[in-house]
């Protein structure tokens, strides 16, 4: 694929959303960073509901320290992983406390440091919370970018670097939330429904879909 005709994909995703967000609640960087965490291996609308009930009572490294491993798990019981999870959080709020005053740091050296805190987790609270470009790669966005030939690669890593090389620099912000949206509600695993997609005639998927 060429530049031309990747300028033209992200110039159609831009015009039906042009500012796209993270389906994720939030309200600070560290409820971004929490919800982040607790959304490995499980959906968006799941860990939402939990925040729901968790964040009016416990938004803060403090607040959510204080409520101490098993009143965390009472709030997120219903996401996958949770016991591990609540370990995590905990354990990456004292750090919180301890080195950064309770504040999200801005790097993603400090940012892996912490438990529980992969790179596309470092990456997603990167982007959306302090608005650096860099790229996220799930499995939605894996699955895209290899499908329509925008940026192919055998692993994660090589996926992101790619997009990172190859996705002009205007869209490189909002890159990220432009393809996960495309992957969860249009090039979907299963059954893509490229005939309802905007960037059809661009793509360069083989086994295009009629629907």
Same mark, same amino acid.
């Given at each position: 694929?060429?530049?031309?005709?990747?300028?033209?994909?992200?110039?159609?995703? $831009?015009?039906?959303?042009? &500012?796209?967000?993270?389906?994720?609640?939030?309200?600070?960087?560290?409820?971004?960073?929490?919800?982040?965490?607790?959304? +490995?291996?499980?959906?968006?609308?799941?860990? %939402?509901?939990?925040? $729901? =009930?968790?964040?009016?009572?416990?938004?803060?490294?403090? &607040?959510?320290?204080?409520?101490?491993?098993?009143?965390?798990?009472?709030?997120? #019981?219903?996401?996958?992983?949770?016991?591990? =999870?609540?370990?995590?959080?905990?354990?990456?709020?004292?750090?919180?406390?301890? =080195?950064?005053?309770?504040?999200?740091?801005?790097? #993603?050296?400090?940012?892996?440091?912490?438990?529980?805190?992969?790179?596309?987790?470092? %990456?997603?609270?990167?982007?959306?919370?302090?608005?650096?470009?860099?790229?996220?790669?799930?499995?939605? *966005?894996? #699955?895209? &970018? %290899? !499908?329509?030939?925008?940026? $192919?690669?055998?692993?994660?890593?090589?996926?992101?670097?790619?997009?990172?090389?190859?996705?002009?620099?205007?869209?490189?912000?909002? +890159?990220?939330?432009?393809? *996960?949206?495309?992957?969860?509600?249009?090039?979907?695993?299963? $059954?893509?429904?490229?005939? &309802?997609?905007?960037?059809?005639?661009?793509?360069?998927? !083989?086994?295009?879909?009629?629907?």
């Amino acid at each position: 694929m060429n530049r031309d005709k990747r300028i033209e994909i992200f110039e159609l995703l $831009k015009n039906e959303n042009p &500012s796209p967000q993270t389906e994720l609640a939030h309200t600070s960087p560290f409820e971004l960073l929490i919800s982040v965490i607790l959304s +490995a291996q499980a959906t968006d609308v799941g860990v %939402n509901k939990a925040t $729901k =009930k968790l964040y009016p009572i416990a938004n803060t490294a403090q &607040s959510i320290h204080e409520l101490g491993i098993d009143g965390l798990k009472n709030y997120i #019981r219903t996401i996958g992983l949770f016991n591990t =999870k609540a370990e995590n959080i905990i354990k990456t709020c004292a750090i919180l406390i301890d =080195k950064y005053g309770g504040q999200v740091p801005s790097t #993603r050296a400090e940012l892996e440091a912490l438990p529980g805190v992969g790179r596309k987790t470092a %990456n997603v609270v990167l982007n959306t919370a302090f608005g650096q470009p860099t790229i996220a790669v799930d499995t939605h *966005i894996y #699955r895209v &970018s %290899n !499908r329509t030939g925008i940026a $192919k690669g055998k692993t994660v890593r090589e996926v992101e670097d790619r997009l990172l090389r190859l996705v002009p620099d205007q869209y490189k912000q909002d +890159a990220h939330h432009w393809l *996960i949206l495309h992957g969860r509600y249009t090039c979907i695993a299963r $059954k893509p429904r490229c005939g &309802s997609c905007i960037i059809h005639d661009l793509c360069e998927y !083989r086994k295009k879909t009629e629907t």
